[in-house]
């Protein structure tokens, strides 16, 4: 099945800790996001790759970093500095980030970051 | 940008249809339309997407008037499982100009 897979969906760290989040898609996607969500939010943008070796910083990246090694992969990491880092986080992809249209984004089931 | 008004709730029944309206009235000429849908817990969904007059797919329908600055979610014969909220989305494929706001809460009782 194609599809985008995040792992783990329950994730427990104490306070001062990075941790990362694993974020794979065998749709063959150019483009791949992360979003956090709080409790009665939408979804914010963290970070979004347009293609391997590239990616940019979206609306609330500080604290945050990413890596696009491979298509397939775009892992976040939740560093120390990221001050309030519990939330639910959501990854994506879309075929591609091309102007004129919107590319559907297809979304995994999310990984929901405790920090204690 | 183009900030997107919808409403934060709306309660239905079982076999209603349901209507939910967007304001969006800086809308740019490029700028598509499209929905999404969230249930607990996971990840939204892609519903509709349009850019004027209608569009229809087997999950919806997406009215969306000359001028573009509204557009008009229909959900016909809800059920329970509809129970979820609804985000519009105003953009082109440039992911800054995708901001997924609070979206609205669609509530299906029996």
């Known amino acids: 099945d194609g599809g985008i897979t995040q792992s783990p969906k329950y994730l427990f760290r104490k306070e001062g800790q990075n941790v990362t989040l694993s974020c794979e898609q065998n749709?063959?996607?150019?483009?791949m996001y992360w979003y956090r969500q709080d409790p009665g939010q939408g979804l914010r943008l963290i970070y979004y790759?347009?293609?391997?070796?590239?990616?940019q910083k979206g609306d609330i990246a500080e604290g945050y970093s990413v890596s696009r090694e491979k298509k397939e992969s775009f892992p976040l990491t939740v560093t120390s500095a990221q001050k309030n880092p519990t939330a639910f986080y959501l990854c994506?992809?879309?075929?591609?980030?091309?102007?004129?249209?919107?590319?559907?984004?297809?979304f995994g089931p999310g990984t929901r970051l405790t920090v204690l | 940008l183009a900030k997107t008004t919808q409403p934060i709730s709306m309660d239905s029944y079982e076999g209603q249809e349901v209507n939910i309206t967007c304001s969006h009235n800086?809308?740019?000429?490029?700028?598509?339309i499209t929905w999404y849908q969230q249930f607990p817990s996971q990840g939204p969904r892609f519903i509709i997407q349009?850019?004027?007059t209608k569009v229809t797919n087997e999950v919806a329908s997406l009215f969306i008037p000359a001028d573009r600055k509204s557009s008009t979610l229909s959900l016909p014969r809800v059920s329970l499982s509809d129970t979820a909220v609804y985000y519009c989305?105003?953009?082109?494929?440039?992911?800054?100009?995708?901001?997924f706001g609070k979206g609205t809460m669609l509530l299906v009782s029996p």
């Open positions: 994506a992809s879309s075929i591609e980030i091309r102007q004129g249209t919107h590319n559907e984004q297809f």
């Open positions: 749709l063959n996607h150019d483009a």
């Open positions: 790759s347009q293609i391997v070796n590239d990616f």
């Open positions: 800086n809308i740019a000429t490029n700028d598509y």
């Open positions: 349009g850019y004027k």
């Open positions: 989305l105003v953009g082109d494929s440039g992911y800054s100009t995708l901001t």
